[in-house]
């Protein structure tokens, strides 16, 4: 039998964080050459800040009290359509077998995408958050808010990148991740918008903390839960 | 090398294999070949760790699957009908990618020795994207190749090629058996089939229904017997 050069194999944890990141740098660098999700999600996240701002013709003190709740709507739906679309791309040419193929704990694959995932996100918000300020004439660039965002992001993208796995296999895909997803992501999405009003209205600490708290608490929970099955949700 | 033992598989009521018994040997070439939805990818699949059977045994390299899959996965190249790439990474970006995945050690070295073996070094960085269909084809098995697998896996891989790119293949395939490499190969066309392996496997319905050493065996006499057993 010939010499394998996978002999000198690492640890397992070095090899699984080596795969983490090779999907990442693969997604990115395709991404980077295609354009495909992250322009998208950029122009449908413009939109739903446009369509809201003409939409609700509001005064100053009635767009502060709105602004939270129509940022993370922007939010939840973009990473909605950008977690479909990673893995229905993957889905599609196939290629989810290849990374299944691969000796690498299913846990690898997962961080994998959900870094992914997450990068795409924060960038359309980076570019989002800017926008949002001048037409709500309101400035999001305060650390606690941009706290509060990157808190929610992470858990909507923990939660979201499990159940798009899982939706994937279905031939409905495109309307069954949010319907698996808005519900489980509930707790987040009113955590965080909940927080980011507090921040934004300038309420005590005492008032906003409970919230930031839960986003910790769903992110950690929802991690180790994502840890333990997604193994499962890939098996076919 | 390839064990399967009373391998059952079902989806919902439907049973696809029903008490496959088959043993691929050490550095045996053996073709698999069926009409349409007679359960061969089902088949491949379970064997590639990408699907539990429903009962039997498994056996992949000494380990039970699905008990030891991370180490059968170790063993495999698997080639199928889809290429399992990525259209916007260069050849060699792919390569890269795919080694990272297998922990394969000095990747550049390696890339190109596979990449020189399928005959695409010059185009190593080109999209894959960019590609004709036999080039994807011959990218898809240096990347199988790659981490030097003890056993290969062919899911239909003269789907779509024309004669040119075919017999390439073949070329390519044949570099890959005489490595001493174990290979199960599914395909629709039988005189490539009895040209390439040692031995054939007719799977009809589910079940094993025949095989035979492909020396000396007379194509046409075989392609009837075929057309008995699966129709």
Redesign the interface.
């Given at each position: 039998m010939t010499n394998s050069p996978t002999d000198r194999l690492p640890s397992a944890l070095g090899q699984g964080l080596r795969a983490t990141f090779a999907i990442v740098r693969k997604d990115l660098t395709a991404e980077v050459r295609s354009k495909e999700l992250v322009s998208a999600l950029l122009v449908f996240s413009l939109l739903v800040v446009l369509i809201f701002n003409f939409a609700l013709e509001l005064d100053k003190a009635a767009r502060e009290n709105v602004a939270a709740g129509v940022l993370w709507v922007t939010f939840t739906f973009a990473g909605t359509l950008g977690l479909n679309r990673a893995f229905a791309a993957e889905k599609d040419r196939g290629s989810f077998d290849g990374l299944l193929l691969a000796p690498v704990d299913r846990a690898a694959i997962y961080f994998g995408k959900l870094i992914g995932a997450l990068i795409f996100m924060l960038t359309v918000e980076a570019i989002v958050i800017p926008v949002f300020s001048l037409l709500y004439n309101i400035n999001l660039f305060r650390p606690l808010l941009l706290l509060v965002v990157l808190l929610g992001t992470f858990g909507y993208a923990v939660v979201g990148t499990l159940l798009a796995s899982m939706a994937m296999h279905t031939r409905a895909r495109d309307v069954m991740l949010p319907i698996l997803l808005f519900p489980v992501a509930i707790p987040v999405i009113i955590a965080a918008v909940k927080a980011s009003a507090g921040i934004l209205l300038a309420s005590d600490w005492g008032e906003i903390a409970p919230w930031i708290n839960l986003l910790v608490v769903y992110d950690t929970i929802f991690i180790a839960i994502a840890y333990m099955v997604f193994d499962y949700l890939v098996e076919e | 090398m390839l064990d399967f033992h009373a391998v059952t598989k079902t989806f919902g009521l439907k049973p696809v294999l029903r008490g496959i018994d088959l043993t691929v040997a050490e550095g045996e070439f053996v073709a698999l070949v069926g009409p349409n939805g007679a359960g061969k990818t089902t088949l491949l699949?379970i064997a590639?760790?990408?699907?539990?059977p429903t009962l039997g045994r498994v056996r992949v390299g000494g380990y039970d699957l699905p008990a030891h899959a991370?180490?059968v996965?170790?063993l495999?190249g698997?080639v199928?009908h889809?290429?399992?790439?990525?259209?916007?990474?260069t050849a060699d970006?792919n390569l890269r990618?795919?080694g990272?995945?297998?922990?394969?050690?000095?990747l550049r070295r390696?890339s190109t020795e596979v990449l020189e073996q399928v005959g695409l070094v010059h185009r190593r960085g080109d999209?894959a994207r960019t590609f004709s269909r036999g080039m994807i084809q011959r990218l898809a098995i240096a990347?199988a190749i790659l981490?030097?697998?003890?056993i290969m896996l062919f899911d239909e891989p003269h789907t779509g090629l024309d004669q040119d790119a075919g017999a390439m293949l073949d070329t390519v395939l044949k570099s890959v058996a005489a490595?001493?490499r174990t290979v199960l190969m599914i395909s629709h066309d039988l005189p490539r089939a009895l040209a390439l392996a040692h031995r054939v496997a007719i799977l009809s319905r589910g079940k094993i229904v025949h095989t035979a050493p492909t020396a000396g065996l007379d194509p046409r006499a075989f392609a009837q017997q075929y057309d008995e057993l699966t129709h």
């Open positions: - | 699949r590639a760790s990408l699907s539990r991370d180490a996965r170790r495999l698997v199928s889809l290429p399992l790439l990525y259209g916007d990474l970006e990618f795919y990272e995945m297998y922990g394969v050690s000095d390696r999209l990347r981490h030097a697998p003890q490595n001493g």
